[in-house]
């Protein structure tokens, strides 16, 4: 697949809404700009790259919206070199957006699917994370203590497995709520190692499964 003039036009223009929604930090905007969102998308469904909105990737799961992907970077407050641990890579695209970002990134997937075609696809486009199959709502205490943790699925609780694999000074951003709608959150651990929790927005993810996400019958 190529990145022609016409894709990185459309991207300006994504950056467009992103600014609108409010979205600042030109280090987040830039990694936007430079990650070709369409090559995550089959051939049929290309016109679909580039609009704000959340995308079927199969296996149930989504690739988020550009929105939503934007917001929780600019929550990280990422600077290069930090260490990042993303849990549920799904597409692949959320953590390409960190690479770009000069983050050294592990990703945690929990269906063996999606894991198994993103750490061949994205190799291939030159990102290259630590790529963990596994129940990311325990954390990845391997490479652990990192400086910040994402969370691309919606948790019921914050998991204090994952509060403790962040270093002081680092933080967590998680959805947290029921199986529809979460608020997000950023909870800072200070230097001192207390807690700081800071709410935002809305938004609706798909479930963290695992030990500490959602059971399959709840
Ligand atoms: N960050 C992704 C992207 O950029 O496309 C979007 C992630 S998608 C909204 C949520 C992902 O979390 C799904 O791929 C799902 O399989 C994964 N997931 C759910 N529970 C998980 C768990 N316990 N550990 C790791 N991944 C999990």
């Known amino acids: 697949m190529e990145d022609t003039y016409k894709h990185k036009g459309m991207r300006k223009s ?3 809404i992103l600014k609108q929604k409010g979205i600042k930090d030109e280090a987040v905007l830039q990694a936007v700009y430079k990650v070709p969102r369409h090559f995550f998308f089959e051939n049929a469904f290309l016109e679909h790259a580039y609009q704000d909105k959340a995308f079927p990737i ?18 990280l407050q990422l600077k290069p070199g ?38 061949v696809m994205l190799p291939k486009m030159g990102y290259n994370p ?34 403790k694999q962040l270093v002081p ?15 997000m959150l950023r909870i800072i651990k200070t230097e001192n190692k207390t807690l700081i929790k800071e709410e935002f927005d809305n938004f609706s993810f798909v479930p963290l499964l695992g030990e500490h996400g959602w059971k399959d019958n709840e």
């Open 169 to 183: 000074g680092g933080n967590l951003v998680i959805p947290v709520g029921d199986q529809k709608l979460q608020k």
């Open 130 to 163: 630590n790529f963990i199959l596994g129940d990311g709502s325990k954390g990845y205490t391997a490479n652990a203590p990192y400086h910040k943790i994402i969370v691309t699925a919606a948790a019921p609780f914050v998991p204090g497995v994952l509060i």
């Open 14 to 16: 994504l950056l467009k």
């Open 58 to 75: 199969g296996e149930g799961q989504t690739i988020s919206q550009p929105y939503t992907v934007a917001f929780q970077t600019e929550l």
């Open 82 to 119: 930090e260490k990042v641990l993303e849990i549920g890579t799904g597409s692949g695209y959320q953590c390409c957006i960190l690479l770009e970002m000069g983050a050294r990134v592990t990703t945690i997937e929990f269906n063996q699917n999606l894991h198994n075609k993103v750490k």
